[in-house]
């Protein structure tokens, strides 16, 4: 079975400043997508940023980019220059693609963009 | 181009009654999927279609539960009879499963209470 650990509840980062949220994963498959997705206080799910097990460079999306490290099983989004719109539930996720599209959910770090 | 669109954005209900979530898809995207979010179990998919099938509902925690996807542009989520513990967000996606990535986006949820 696939499983996504996120292991910080809640982070805090300065404006203008870069932070790293991290996101482990446990999976027997060979190939897999891991996801990030935003949840701000509004409630809404916004995809971030996708990384394929096979992508042998890491994905960036404008200020967002994932460290994709393979043998450690960790994805952990990267976030420069932060702003106050960044303060939100974060969610990585993962799909093997053997499975279809079915989508698991780590726990979600919440991240406080301070002035 | 419109995101997925789900109504109502909110519903307050008591005990025993029905309720209905609807779920319109992005044009073109062949896969729907339903999920339910809450503090203690996270976000938890309760079933997936596939051009309109369903093709796991292993996640719908029991009878009083059901989905329909009648075509490919418009699914409902029924709960008769509804009951306190069914108070969440109900999220619905979509995707296209002809893309590698097979990124699900999100509709902005309904909140449900169950009074």
């Known amino acids: 079975a696939q499983k996504i650990t996120q292991t910080q509840p809640g982070m805090f980062v300065q404006e203008k400043e870069a932070v790293t949220l991290d996101c482990t994963y446990d999976?027997?498959?060979?190939?897999?997508?891991l996801f990030w997705y935003k949840q701000p206080s509004s409630g809404e799910m916004i995809f971030l940023i996708y990384?394929?097990?096979?992508?042998?460079q890491n994905a960036t999306e404008g200020r967002y980019s994932l460290n994709f490290q393979k043998a450690r099983k960790s994805a952990n989004l990267v976030i420069s220059a932060s702003q106050l719109g960044d303060s939100a539930m974060y969610f990585c996720?993962?799909?093997?693609?053997?499975?279809?599209?079915?989508?698991?959910f780590g726990t979600g770090t919440r991240l406080q963009v301070t002035l | 181009d419109a995101g997925v669109i789900q109504s109502p954005r909110h519903e307050v209900t008591e005990m025993g009654q029905e309720v209905t979530l609807r779920c319109k898809p992005i044009?073109?995207?062949?896969?729907l999927f339903w999920y339910r979010q809450t503090m203690m179990r996270g976000l938890e998919l309760l079933i997936y279609?596939?051009?309109?099938?369903?093709?796991?509902d292993s996640g719908m925690p029991e009878d009083r539960f059901s989905a329909k996807m009648p075509n490919a542009s418009f699914s409902t989520l029924k709960i008769q009879p509804s009951e306190p513990r069914d108070s969440a967000v109900y999220f619905c996606?979509?995707?296209?499963?002809?893309?590698?990535?097979?990124?699900?986006?999100f509709g902005a949820g309904t909140r449900l209470s169950v009074l």
């Open positions: 996606a979509s995707s296209s499963g002809r893309g590698a990535k097979n990124i699900q986006y």
């Open positions: 999976t027997s498959d060979q190939s897999y997508g």
């Open positions: 990384q394929g097990s096979y992508d042998e």
């Open positions: 996720a993962m799909r093997n693609t053997g499975t279809a599209s079915k989508l698991t």
């Open positions: 044009s073109g995207h062949d896969y």
């Open positions: 279609f596939n051009n309109n099938v369903p093709i796991d």
